[in-house]
């Protein structure tokens, strides 16, 4: 139940691109908790329903800081950065670097990303990061 | 500096007194336990310096151990007998190409000039070559001729009506303003300007001062144009969501953002991906902070569709002061957020195919350098933070005004215009548009509505 699916990026929604750069071997990804808004769409009113339990947000930080992944508490969750290895470890897929998200700035991902079942009852999705265009 | 155009600057070094020594004498070791040793009288210089004035040589400056004097090439070559040539200098020594160095070489001949007595007088005379300058930025833009180009801060401040706002004393004073890019250098310009800039780096990226691409470095610089009094600072970023939040976290009123996605409209709804920004998006807004963001270069750009940020495009202004939409940037409706409509209002920005408009300071180096420490770039990347300091001037004046007054301030004093078209062939015409969105922000109409 806890499996998701990464989107990838097409190099098609790219005009021009001038992506920050991301290496290849260097992953960031975010993670969203569940919280008492989960399954709604946020909005303004009632974007603080999505503020998880803050103890819950510190149990999946110690939790990632343990497989040797740099995570940082956000509003809504974690955001963190580790190696390609340690990523598909953790989450059980293969990512292959794609060219054509712009600078490095794309994965493919094979397979379904699976968040471990340590972790999985406090964890709503998991996100590999898109660095965004310099407009 | 005057070694150029055949004028020479020289020192001169009157003889030792009985029981003193030349600084010249290759057994002279002085240091500051025996500078007097080598310390003419006073009254020594200023007659020797009397004399050479005497002689048609221009004096500077009378100092403690030489005379600082200058004359033309012709004079000096007459004065002390000898031949001044332009000197070889080794190719690999780092030395910038346009830098001379003028001098008699070793085979010419030199004699001390006997008028006055001067040649008694004088122990040595050399030429003083000019420094070459360590500096790697100019403080000061460039003034590049190929093309027309605005320079800041005047000529921004000047077309968004922000300088006399400045002269009323608006400046954006005790506003804090944070900006989220590629890193903050600082620049030369800055300190020249004396402008309040602070920076720091989001947990996952390093060094803050250091901006290899140039692009948060530069771009500010467009902030300060128009609200130079802010308290700024900077975020180095890395995940955007991540570099949201600490900048949230600053607690400042307003923040900056030139970077987006491609996304709104060319996708059908929001991507899960993106969900994570846009509730750190939201969260910040719903923290009071008014949130700026460019709507894009010809992208549909996410998070400038956001209807809870000011999304910003573009005006370009020609020599001749006229206004218009320019092809560089965006105009869309939504698809993500029915009944918006982006910009909603423009800063200054380039024409294609470079939008190289505005002359901006960069790291020496930086991907975006042309010479001397300095670019030329501006997309909506550049007119969002000139719009984000005018939200500034606004919340001096109105420290109560919500993101929503200020956004409203902006849209009903904006300077409309009703010529050009956008990247996205939208038409500029008269009243809002999705070319321009309600027009170019005008400083001093949006101050002179609040007071």
Known sequence: MFLLIITLISCTLFQEVRAM????EHVRFDVILKSSASGKDPTLDNIE???PESEHIEICRLWFKQQGVAVYATDF????????????KIFKVKLIPSKSGGEGNGWIVEGTLQVPPSIADYIDQVTLTVLPELF | MGNKNGYINF????TPEDGKKSIFDPNAFPGISNLDLFTPPIDKNIEVAQKLQRNGIEIHHIGEFSISASCTKKKFESFFNTEVNKIQLPKDANIPDDYEMFAPDKSSPWKLPSEDSLDTLIDRAYVQHDPILFADERPLPPLWTDEFRLRVPVDVAQILRASSVHKRGYTGKGVKVV???TGFYHHPYFKEQGYNFMAITAPDTLDHSSDSHG??????ANLFATAPGINFVGVKMGNPTLAIKTATELKPDIISNSWGYSVDGPLPEMPNWLKPLYMAVLSAVKRGITIVFSAGNGHYGFPGSMPEVISVGGVVVDSDLEYSATNYTSGFKSRWFPGRNVPDVSGLCGVRPRADYIVLPVQKGAVLEIADGWGAFSGTSAAAPMVAGVCALIKEAKPEYSSADIKNTLKFTARDIIKGVN???QEARPGPDLATGFGLVDAARAIENLI
């Open chain 2, 215 to 220: 692009h948060g470095t530069g771009e500010c």
């Open chain 2, 11 to 14: 020192e001169v070094v009157v």
């Open chain 1, 49 to 51: 329903e999505f503020f």
């Open chain 2, 179 to 181: 900006m989220a890019d």
């Open chain 2, 423 to 425: 990247a996205h062939n």
């Open chain 1, 21 to 24: 750069q991301q290496t290849q």
């Open chain 1, 77 to 88: 969750g974690l955001s963190g950065e580790t190696s390609q290895a340690i990523f598909e």
